[in-house]
């Protein structure tokens, strides 16, 4: 499974950026349609921190606490993508953002976990100005 971040940029504090994860590469019986899809970010000299996830279906999304009420996660699993729109940008919201995908959830496998996670794409950068 093939991963591709794109959609990151400059922005000023305030404004709104969406950010989109294409995915490709499925093996049958594992479509797009079987993989939880998480949005991790990181900056430089911290570890990789959870932002979002949404379960294959889209039925069930999970925030970390410090984007919730400013960032939504949704998908179209017709295109194989997943979309993470990012509003009232704060300077600490600046990274490198990460999509990944796992078929594995629940239990031992929480979403909001990086090591839950079988596949990573490569991320896109976020800068956010004050």
């Known amino acids: 499974v093939q991963l591709q971040a794109s959609g990151g940029g400059l922005v000023q504090a305030g404004g709104s950026l969406r950010v989109s994860c294409a995915a490709s590469g499925f093996t049958s019986p594992f479509t797009f349609e079987y993989y939880s899809i998480g949005w991790f970010r990181q900056t430089q000299g911290k570890e990789r921190e959870f932002a979002a996830a949404i379960s294959g279906s889209g039925s069930n999304t999970y925030y970390a606490d410090s984007v919730k009420g400013r960032f939504t996660i949704s998908r179209d699993n017709a295109k194989n993508t997943v979309y993470l729109q990012m509003r009232s940008l704060k300077p600490e919201d600046a990274a490198v953002y990460y999509c990944?995908?796992?078929?594995?959830?629940?239990?031992?496998?929480?979403?909001?976990?990086?090591?839950?996670?079988?596949?990573w794409g490569q991320g896109t950068q976020v800068t956010v100005s004050s």
């Open positions: 990944a995908a796992t078929t594995r959830w629940g239990g031992r496998y929480p979403l909001t976990r990086s090591p839950s996670y079988e596949y």
